[in-house]
């Protein structure tokens, strides 16, 4: 079945750095355009990037472009984020999602910015 195992979040100061990953099984990830979002309390998920595959085309959010960077390894079937430069408002509970499969989600990764 398909399956979405976020990790890597965490507490971490303003302008730290996190890497998120998602390790996904039931589908290859060599051929799924995957994509991370986030949700902050009482809204709705947000995209904040995505990338496709095989040749990688990314995108971001205005509001992470320049800090966060989407990436994938097909042979873990696993996609990352890396997210540098980290701010207070960063602050959210981090899925990552396939478009293939977008009524799947995983349990997220809480990602906390604070002082």
């Known amino acids: 079945q398909v399956q979405l195992v976020e990790s890597g979040g965490g507490l971490v100061q303003p302008g730290g750095s996190l890497r998120l990953s998602c390790v996904a099984s039931g589908f290859s990830l060599s051929s799924a355009v995957m994509s991370w979002y986030r949700q902050f309390p009482g809204k709705e998920r947000e995209l904040v990037a995505a990338?496709?595959?095989?040749?990688?085309?990314?995108n971001y959010a205005n509001s992470v472009k320049g800090r966060f960077t989407i990436s994938r390894d097909n042979a873990k079937n696993t996609v990352y984020l890396q997210m540098n430069s980290l701010k207070p408002e960063d602050t959210a509970v981090y899925y990552c999602?396939?478009?293939?499969?977008?009524?799947?989600w995983g349990q997220g990764t809480q990602v906390t910015v604070s002082s």
């Open positions: 999602n396939a478009v293939a499969y977008y009524r799947y």
């Open positions: 990338i496709t595959s095989p040749i990688g085309s990314t």
